[in-house]
């Protein structure tokens, strides 16, 4: 499970075996033993690969732990979503109520309809891009 683990932290971060290897001091060949499991990384080694990738060690052995980075990924995500509702000066989530909305006319209904298809795509395409 360890070498599956640094092998994700590894691509997730773009990082080469080579780069990676040199960062935590070993040989690239010592680094593909430990992500192919044919050898398991000492005490020492598994705390410098916890310390590198901001993780801990219960992460690196498997047990489903968010990393700092999910978490700072998500806190971005937060802080941009608030960027937008400030820049759009939407005070509230009343925006999001519906009962506002049934004063539309016929023309704003598919001009949000609009706005809906367009969302729904743009999700769409995200969708197909991660895969």
């Given at each position: 499970?360890?070498?599956?683990?640094?092998k994700?932290?590894?691509?997730?971060?773009?990082?080469?075996?080579?780069?990676?290897?040199?960062?935590?001091?070993?040989?690239?060949?010592?680094?593909?033993?430990?992500?192919?499991?044919?050898?398991?990384p000492?005490?020492?080694?598994?705390?410098?690969?916890?310390?590198?990738?901001?993780?801990?060690i219960?992460?690196?052995?498997?047990?489903?732990?968010?990393?700092?980075?999910?978490?700072?990924?998500?806190?971005?995500?937060?802080k941009?979503?608030?960027?937008?509702?400030e820049?759009?000066?939407?005070d509230?989530?009343?925006?999001?109520?519906?009962?506002?909305?049934?004063?539309?006319?016929?023309?704003?209904?598919?001009?949000?309809?609009?706005?809906?298809?367009?969302?729904?795509?743009?999700?769409?395409q995200?969708?197909?891009n991660?895969?």
């Amino acid at each position: 499970m360890i070498g599956k683990r640094i092998k994700y932290l590894r691509n997730k971060n773009n990082l080469s075996q080579k780069r990676l290897s040199e960062a935590l001091g070993m040989s690239n060949v010592q680094l593909s033993r430990y992500e192919s499991g044919a050898r398991q990384p000492d005490y020492d080694t598994i705390l410098k690969i916890a310390d590198y990738f901001d993780v801990s060690i219960d992460y690196l052995f498997g047990r489903p732990e968010s990393t700092s980075q999910d978490n700072n990924e998500e806190e971005d995500f937060i802080k941009e979503i608030n960027r937008l509702l400030e820049k759009y000066e939407i005070d509230d989530f009343s925006f999001f109520d519906i009962e506002k909305w049934k004063s539309m006319n016929p023309e704003q209904i598919k001009e949000l309809e609009s706005y809906f298809q367009y969302l729904v795509q743009k999700s769409k395409q995200l969708e197909d891009n991660n895969e």
